[in-house]
């Protein structure tokens, strides 16, 4: 199994990003999917996350500027992250779950500048 972020990278506040989750090795449509970040000296925390109903729920401090989908047919996950603020800055990483069974895909870092 392989998850694979990208979509990473310095942007000023104000700005866009949209990071992506590329899946391998399983069978991508019947996992829930989230997203997840770490800031430095922080928890990692959950962003994002959507079922494979397509019912999403979002932390509080991102809900009306983030929004995560899923293209079964890609086997891939997006966060597109709109009106990004400074605390938006972490390593952002993807995982898919089912059943109690996860799997972590590695991080893509988020840097926003002020």
């Known amino acids: 199994v392989q998850l694979q972020a990208s979509g990473g990278g310095l942007v000023q506040a104000g700005g866009s990003l949209r990071l992506s989750c590329a899946a391998s090795?399983?069978?991508?449509?019947?996992?829930?999917i989230g997203w997840y970040r770490q800031a430095p000296g922080k928890q990692r925390e959950l962003v994002a996350a959507i079922t494979r109903g397509y019912i999403t729920n979002y932390a509080e401090s991102v809900k009306g500027r983030f929004t995560i989908s899923r293209d079964n047919a890609k086997n891939t996950a997006y966060l597109q992250m709109n009106s990004v603020i400074p605390e938006d800055t972490a390593g952002y990483y993807c995982?898919?779950?089912?059943?109690?069974?996860?799997?972590w895909g590695q991080g893509t870092l988020v840097t926003v500048s002020s």
């Open positions: 090795g399983i069978s991508f449509g019947t996992y829930a």
């Open positions: 995982n898919v779950e089912r059943g109690g069974l996860t799997y």
